[in-house]
Nanobody
Framework: VQLQASGGGLVQAGGSLRLSCTAS????????VAWFRQAPEKEREFVAA????????AYADAVKGRFTISRDNSANAVYLTMNSLRPEDTAVYYC???????????????????WGQGTLVTVSS
């Protein structure tokens, strides 16, 4: 599946953004979709994930309570709504998807086969 992440930009601390991940080539309906991010000079890290039915959702501790992952299977899209943004949220955000992610691997990059190109989020202080 081809993934396209969009919605990044420059925002002041305390602001909000909504990232979108759309798919072509396959419906999102049966895919687990996740967001990861990579800050400058840091390793890529897990942000949030949603199983295809939204029955299982996971967040990194650093974003819990501020970010929300949601999906619209009819629109073949997954969203990451980011509120109360902080300068440390500055990163390139990637969406990833796979049909066979087990619960214990939701946070693992190696569990996802398909990746989008990333969208840059910059939070100014």
């Amino acid at each position: 599946v081809q993934l396209q992440a969009s919605g990044g930009g420059l925002v002041q601390a305390g602001g909000s953004l909504r990232l979108s991940c759309t798919a072509s080539g396959r419906t999102f309906r049966r895919l687990t979709v996740a967001w990861f991010r990579q800050a400058p000079e840091k390793e890529r890290e897990f942000v949030a994930a949603s199983k295809w039915s939204s029955s299982s959702i996971a967040y990194a501790d650093a974003v819990k309570g501020r970010f929300t992952i949601s999906r619209d299977n009819s629109a073949n899209a997954v969203y990451l709504t980011m509120n109360s943004l902080r300068p440390e949220d500055t990163a390139v955000y990637y969406c990833a998807a796979d049909p066979s992610v087990i619960l214990s691997s939701l946070r693992s990059q190696s569990a996802y086969k398909d990746w989008g190109q990333g969208t840059l989020v910059t939070v100014s202080s």
